[in-house]
């Protein structure tokens, strides 16, 4: 029997596909799609300590082969996710994985405290990489020393397994990974969006309310693929790799640069089934290459030939 | 919820805007008026995402449904040349729609350009249950008019506008509309989809005439189901407060609100 | 009449569109298929000091409305391009620059003194940003002190108008455009390509012979058109804006962003006469919009509405 | 060197093989047996970069060319679904072809699997020309294997290898060739097409046989016309030193090149 279970560190998933951030609400409306038990877990929207309304629209636009989104954190705050989404995850049949964002070292820490007693989750995502918020987000990890900063106090409160998701708008990435693992992260989330603008030329202003966004999907999937390989490359910390994954072959190459497991992202919403469908191609595949498990696969770009 | 639909007819109904009869059972039978289909165009990467579209017409015993769209880019090109018997790939019918009842007095239809959509699929429903319908149609000029006459065969009161006046009464379809009010010809629900500025004025005059409004909005979308809020448009003070959003998300709480519920 | 004509510092453009380095040869390959004398100009394939054979293949592959290229500035050489390119391209009718490369700041200042008195160039654009060599190229264009230090070395030395090709792979795009104007240089070229990678998975390694590559086309214009944006609101310099232009629509976000000029790359291997294409288009543009130049237009997202 | 040739036939000639032919006055002309055609695919942005096609006849009367071409990837795969009438963009014909004069002794045709479709355009003219001509193919399958009497009718001497047997001799093409030579059955020139291990054993073993050996190389390309260096092949070390090339552009100094000059 082949088997797809992976293990970052303390986190232990039956699979190795995962729901990204914000593109899978808080799990429910894709409910009635797809059977979330089939999938290795739900990493729900960026949560924050309190309520958050967002950007004003237009809050998405397509590009070549992508999109931005500017959604701005939109989420009902700790309190509001605790009471009317929680009760609900915790039964849902698969690992459930907060996204938290703060403003403040503060409220970073707040989140990390409160959830790691919350029942029902599997980890924590520290979002350090939000281009669409004016405070916190992507600051917290476009600098090592911030970044360290940031995890000394975090990682000693969070009793979850935590892992930190990085910005592709560094001119370093293995050094903020670098300092992931110095400072006890479990895992790195590579990559968060990268910054874009569309300008609607007949308005000859930006596009998008918030002027800037992130972009996502297929266009980038060749940068997130090579973060992932410059990461695991040069700095010891397991990987959960994303970014334009669409298909069975694209998953494949992001294990074989190193992640031990994938998340999706914006194919959600371009075909809902596409989760459960890259896990079956996945068994497949496995199947094909007579192998026994995703780990032969993982970091296979790597070895010698 | 996702369905493989195959193209029946392709008609080009006026300037830029084709007609598209499609088949697929659960569809034709679940629509409502005022619900959407998110399609998406072609398996590659470029278009990306789906499109949504109004349902403009279904019919369950024909296990049929149609949409109108107009081309105005990239995606509406291609699917310009669909030929019957191809596929295509269908999320829905989504969204909120136009919830009827109780209705009082007549029903009054205020379409902007492809804004029509929607309401022939609602004129059909409401044709059927016996009431009476007024249609006020608005476009920049008589070519980018649908004619109406293959939509509406059961009959409707229609009255037209245009901007360059090539058809019916110069003017927006809201200054039309507004004529009815001042003489006092006409009341009753109004039903109204076209381009943002159109439904701002509505929402603004409708102050002083105070009928029953709502109308469908049309934003970028993403998802389409809810999931990533990219769809929103801003609630209006009076549905603000604590816990209460401060927006709603048009694929899911609409595309069809009161017009008291949003700011535009 | 309108006209099209820009100015950057001291270098003037009959024309505000050139075709960017490394796509367009030495100006020979497309000179059957366009009159070069349209163009505001051809920025020559990146130059070095000594002849450089470049990577192994493969050295390109199509991503999702990209490409990545690992050519590894195959050239002739700075005494190859002067005896057999040079010649030609002086009666070539349109704004020729050259875009040089070292692997250590003295072979910058020796190719900047030696090309300063060649006759016939209009500019020289120091490429900063180039992420497919093991020695210099990029890691000049990630550090603020590094640039800086470079172009103390080179500016004064280059006696012809000054570019900086600067790299999106980096934390603060602004703050190195910023050292360009600090140090002198006449203008900033945005973006190079970021790096990327496809991985092979049938091989199960890296695709391109360089493993990683640049990344360029229509998938990283937002990135691009941002980062113009965000150069012109923070730093008074003028920009060359490329990245992922296809079509008079997709120049016109860049003017509006605040480029004076743009450079047209991977579109003229899909549409050989895209450049003369965009040229037109730009002056329907102008007519229909009733305006007088192209600089009506440039920066025009930043005014508000 | 640019041009739109319409789609004149489609057709389906082995397992994922694919005849098209085209018409455009110009190409059909110019092209030369080894030239290619640079083509872009749809309008989009993705697939985004033109594609080669060895161009596998032309006939300047018809105004007509073909293409011979696997359906392999997402490129491929919309090609097929082209239908008579459609445009299709080619630049070309690109390339240095197969020079042929002085030809010592018959022609040995040499193609592995889809690498038959610039070696069909060169027998018709070799044949037309009155050469003595000699097929050996070879592919996975007799499956794969295009129906060599559509393209070749005048007649000329064929042997088929297929690596599971099913159609003419058990192995590969290249073994196939060998058995001749080592029999002394057969001398003259040879032209190859295929895969690059078959084009290397080819290469290597000529090192023994040695005949003339041009191959047409393929390799990925971005321009096609020379201007990026993305389509390069090592030279073979005799052909480097100062000055020279350590790398060829296959669009631009091939595809065809001379067994000497490269390094494989
Ligand atoms: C609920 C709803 C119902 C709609 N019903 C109809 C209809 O019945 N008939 C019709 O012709 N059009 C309708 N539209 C608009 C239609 O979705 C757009 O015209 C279409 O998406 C344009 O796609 P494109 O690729 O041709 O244009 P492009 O401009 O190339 O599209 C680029 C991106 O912008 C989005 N976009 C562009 N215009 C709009 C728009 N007006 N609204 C939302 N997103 C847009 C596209 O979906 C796509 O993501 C509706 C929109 C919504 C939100
Ligand atoms: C000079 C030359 C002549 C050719 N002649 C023929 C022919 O006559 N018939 C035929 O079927 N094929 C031929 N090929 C191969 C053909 O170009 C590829 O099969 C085709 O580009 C695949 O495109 P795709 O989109 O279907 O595949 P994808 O794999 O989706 O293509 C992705 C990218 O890789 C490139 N690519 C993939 N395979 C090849 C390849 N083998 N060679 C070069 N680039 C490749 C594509 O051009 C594209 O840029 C030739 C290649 C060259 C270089
Ligand atoms: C609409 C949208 C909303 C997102 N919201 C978040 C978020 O709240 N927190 C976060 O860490 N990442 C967020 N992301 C980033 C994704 O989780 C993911 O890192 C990124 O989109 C790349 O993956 P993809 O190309 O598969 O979409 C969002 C992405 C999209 C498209
Ligand atoms: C094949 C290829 C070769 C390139 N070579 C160079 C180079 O030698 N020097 C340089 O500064 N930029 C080089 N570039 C980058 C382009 O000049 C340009 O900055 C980039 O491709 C973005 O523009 P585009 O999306 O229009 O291609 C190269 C790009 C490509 C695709
Ligand atoms: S489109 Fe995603 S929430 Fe509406
Ligand atoms: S493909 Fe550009 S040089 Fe050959």
Known sequence: MTTLSTVLGPLELSCPVLAASGTFGFGEEYSSMLDLSELGGVVVKGLTLEPRWGNPPPRVVETPAGMLNAIGLQNPGLEGFLEREMPRLRHCGTAVIVNINGETEEEFAVLARELSSVEGLAALELNVSCPNVPLGGITFGSSTPILQKLLKKVRPLCRLPLLVKLSPNVTDIAGLARVCRDEGADAVSLINTLKGMVIDTAAKTPLLGNKTGGLSGPAIRPVAVRMVYEVFQEVNIPIIGMGGIMSTEDALQFFMAGARAVAVGTANFVEPRIMPQIISGLRAYLEEEDLEDIGSVIGAAHRET | ?264
Request: aromatic fraction near 8%; hydrophobic fraction near 45%; charge should be neutral.
């Open chain 2, 1 to 264: 919820m996702q369905a493989e639909a195959i193209v029946r007819k392709l008609e080009k109904v006026a300037e830029d805007i084709i007609y598209l009869k499609l088949e697929e059972k659960s569809i034709a039978q679940l629509a409502l008026p005022g619900q959407f289909l998110h399609i998406r165009i072609g398996r590659g990467v470029a278009p990306l995402l789906r499109r949504p579209f109004s349902i403009a017409g279904a019919s369950p015993e024909e296990k049929a449904f149609s949409i109108l769209f107009r081309v105005s880019g990239e995606g509406t090109r291609l699917m310009s040349g669909l030929r019957p018997g191809d596929r295509m790939d269908c999320l829905g019918p989504l969204g909120r729609g136009f919830h009827t009842a109780p209705l009082k007095g007549a029903a009054l239809m205020v379409a902007g350009g492809i804004g029509i959509a929607p309401l022939l699929f609602l004129a059909q429903h409401l044709l059927g249950a016996g009431h009476k319908l007024v249609f006020f149609y608005g476009a920049p000029s008589a070519g980018e008019m649908v004619c109406l006459e293959r939509f509406l065969f059961n009959g409707a009161e229609t009255w037209l506008a245009t901007e360059d006046g090539s058809a019916g009464r110069r003017g927006t379809v809201v200054d039309l509309l507004e004529g009815f009010f001042l003489e006092g010809r006409i009341s009753g629900s109004v039903f109204a989809c076209g381009p943002r500025p159109m439904l701002k004025a509505l929402q603004e005059k409708n102050e002083q005439w105070k009928m029953p409004l709502k109308f469908s909005l049309e934003e970028r979308m993403a998802c389409g189901v809810g999931a990533c809020q990219g769809c929103v448009v801003a609630s209006s003070p009076d549905f603000m407060g604590w816990g209460a959003r401060q927006y709603h998300r048009v694929c899911l709480e609409g595309p069809v609100f009161d017009a008291g519920e949003v700011l535009l």
